[in-house]
């Protein structure tokens, strides 16, 4: 257990559903972070949040939409999402954000999607 | 932009025995740190070793060590006395050491364990 729980484990959604994934630390750390894990695909950097406001965005489509209304929570919520969106959806955090560039990530065990 | 390469998808050692992962990584710039992390089936991911590339000494974690080479752009690692528990992937990555840069991963290697 690294500090770091997110909810739901497994998502099973429609293309014209609207969900949304949590994540938490109770780590008492300042930075928090959304990767995308496919198959056979390197983990991609979705969003970054520090202190509560988004440093980050990497070109990810408006169906994504990041919320994070403290330091302990981070949000992602999903809408119209394709078939290729399903993938492994993994929350982060650290200590001190990304200006730390020896920065250790705290993950947690991500939410399975399924976009059908 | 920086990429990370990892040649083997799979891997399998017998318990007990050494295994070594590689990683290439490209970069032009001479400042970063790369990283280890281990994913196992709870799907967590979890920091294995840091290695700073202004140190030529390379990191040791107990059974875990790299092989650093800065000019060959190589950061493999090795595993000794192979536990059960080490199955896993194994992603290694990337980060500047330059403004906040994201963490780059290779594709990962599959490490299984044979009894």
């Known amino acids: 257990e690294t500090g770091v729980t997110q909810t739901p484990r497994h998502l099973v959604m429609g293309m014209t559903n609207k969900k949304s994934l949590k994540c938490e630390q109770h780590?008492?750390?300042?930075?928090m972070y959304w990767y995308k894990q496919s198959a056979k695909k390197p983990l991609e950097l979705m969003f970054v949040y520090s202190l509560e406001e988004r440093v980050e965005n990497n070109s990810v489509p408006s169906r994504f939409s990041p919320e994070c209304p403290n330091s302990s929570h981070l949000f992602l919520h999903l809408h119209t999402l394709q078939p290729e969106d399903s993938a492994l959806y993994l929350c982060?955090?650290?200590?001190?954000?990304?200006?730390?560039?020896?920065?250790?990530?705290?993950f947690g065990s991500g939410t399975q999607l399924s976009v059908l | 932009a920086q990429t990370v390469t990892q040649s083997q998808p799979e891997m399998s050692v017998q318990e007990a025995e050494t295994v070594t992962l590689s990683c290439t990584y490209d970069t032009s710039e001479s400042d970063y740190y790369l990283f280890w992390y281990k994913q196992p089936p709870s799907r967590q991911m979890i920091l294995v070793i840091r290695?700073?590339?202004?140190?030529?000494q390379n990191a040791t974690e107990n059974r875990f060590s790299v092989n650093f080479q800065k000019a060959a752009k190589s950061f493999s690692l090795k595993i000794s006395d192979s536990q059960l528990g080490d199955a896993a992937m194994y992603f290694c990555a990337y980060r500047s050491a330059q403004g906040a840069q994201k963490l780059v991963f290779g594709q990962g290697t599959r490490l299984t364990i044979n009894p």
């Open positions: 780590l008492g750390h300042n930075a």
């Open positions: 982060a955090s650290s200590h001190n954000g990304p200006l730390q560039s020896n920065e250790k990530l705290f």
């Open positions: 290695q700073e590339a202004y140190k030529q």
